[in-house]
């Protein structure tokens, strides 16, 4: 799961080869808040005007990375009021083909999720034998950002949101909202820390996820070139400017191949990720700085 996260960023940082433009700075990143997402677009230029697809001569170059603002979780073209997506900010990756609320947005529409770091709550046994829940904040060890795979889908503003007063899209009757969601996988088992240990990578971190929480964000490797994760997801399924779409068939085995794929190697990003307690004031929605990422001492656990 992932409920809250950390965007940091510069206006002359780059997340997926785009550059952020404008500085953002949010500690407590919640449900339905707007963030910045990742699509790949074809290039009108490029596609061929009878097939309506990317032209058989042109090359991937001719497809174009967007930066969008979104809403924080997913509004299918259904919903009746945008309330909707609060509860639709995490897509389980097991169900996302077949869950009316994903199945669409799974095959239609692939973006990828820039945040600096995200928190985790560990429910863990005090002393005097009560449950209580530790915030904790996970980053990657050299600062950049991480990227996670993510679902997005436009959704028409009704009359009835439009006619609410308490609506931040009042007066907007008919006009399009970018929403998105973030698809979580489980986290590490004993087997999945065995392999990385096997194969000379640091299963510490994967360790701790394993014991902080039993659902994890999927993460997309990203190097900047054609055959990373980030760029895979983003192409497969339906690339966002196709006029004449492949059949839903096709398109599906598309996108469920390249989730597969990806999920297969996504442990091995958990390498370069570390963790530590924080303040419990990351609970508050309105409690927003960087204070809130700092480590606090852990008391209750033993995982650092």
């Not at 991480?146 to 028409?156: S, T, V």
């Not at 990203?222 to 006029?243: C, H, K, P, V, Y």
């Not at 191949?257 to 609970?283: C, F, K």
Request: net charge negative; proline share 6%; aromatic share 10%.
């Amino acid at each position: 799961m992932c409920g809250r996260y950390v965007l940091e960023f510069d206006h002359d940082l780059y997340v997926g080869g785009r550059k952020v433009g404008t500085d953002i700075y949010n500690f407590n990143v919640a449900p339905t808040t707007t963030v910045p997402i990742l699509i790949d677009r074809i290039n009108p230029e490029s596609i061929d005007q009878e097939s309506g697809t990317l032209d058989s001569g042109s090359d991937t170059s001719n497809i174009n990375r967007e930066l969008h603002a979104a809403r924080w979780g997913l509004l299918p073209s259904w919903a009746k009021d945008a309330s909707f997506s609060s509860r639709a900010f995490n897509a389980r990756s097991e169900t996302v083909f077949e869950k009316p609320t994903f199945r669409n947005a799974a095959v239609n529409g692939h973006c990828a999720i820039p945040v600096t770091g995200y928190y985790e709550w560990k429910t863990q046994e005090t002393a005097a034998g009560k449950k209580q829940k530790s915030p904790y904040f996970i980053h990657r060890n050299d600062g950049k950002p991480i990227y996670f795979a993510g679902l997005y889908e436009w959704w028409k503003i009704t009359k009835a949101e439009s006619e609410n007063p308490r609506s931040p899209y009042t007066g907007q009757e008919g006009q399009w909202l970018l929403s998105c969601s973030i698809i979580t996988m489980d986290s590490p088992d004993e087997f999945a820390i065995a392999e990385l240990s096997a194969e000379g990578l640091d299963d510490a971190p994967a360790m701790q996820l394993s014991q902080l929480h039993d659902r994890l964000p999927v993460p997309l490797h990203f190097d900047g070139s054609e055959n990373d994760a980030l760029t895979q997801w983003l192409r497969s399924g339906r690339i966002a400017g196709e006029m004449n779409i492949p059949s839903a068939g096709m398109l599906t085995v598309s996108a469920r191949e390249s989730l597969h794929d990806i999920m297969t190697n996504a442990y091995r990003q958990t390498t370069q990720w570390t963790m530590h307690p924080v303040s419990n004031a990351v609970g508050n929605v309105r409690n927003n700085g960087p204070e809130l990422i700092e480590p606090v001492e852990d008391l209750l656990s033993g995982m650092h």
